[in-house]
């Protein structure tokens, strides 16, 4: 099982990123899909997560940030909008899966966000 993400990159404070991730493997059914971050010095954080349709976010980035399953199966999308320096980390994506009888935690390998002008 591979979770490969994508579209990290610098930019400006105030611009846009989005973020792709695309699940691959026997992964089995995915319940959640979503994004985490780790800043230099801090821990790792939930940034997003996506379950049956109900998204929910950190509060630092609510208002700002969208996360959505992409037309393909087993994708998972975060729209970054007025990226604050403070946005800048690693970016894991995450997804929760349920292969019998088991329920399993697969992670990307990260993409670094940087925003500094």
């Known amino acids: 099982v591979q979770l490969q993400a994508s579209g990290g990159g610098l930019v400006q404070p105030g611009g846009s990123l989005i973020l792709s991730c695309a699940a691959s493997?026997?992964?089995?059914?995915?319940?959640?899909m979503g994004w985490y971050r780790r800043a230099p010095g801090k821990e790792r954080e939930l940034v997003a997560t996506?379950?049956?349709?109900?998204?929910r976010y950190a509060d630092s980035v609510r208002g700002r940030f969208t996360i959505s399953r992409g037309n393909v199966s087993n994708t998972v999308i975060l729209q970054m909008n007025n990226l604050k320096p403070e946005d800048t980390a690693v970016y894991y994506c995450h997804a929760d899966a349920l292969r019998l009888p088991s329920r399993y935690d697969y992670w990307g390998q990260g993409t670094l966000v940087t925003v500094s002008s």
């Open positions: 996506t379950s049956r349709g109900i998204a």
């Open positions: 493997g026997n992964i089995g059914v995915i319940k959640a």
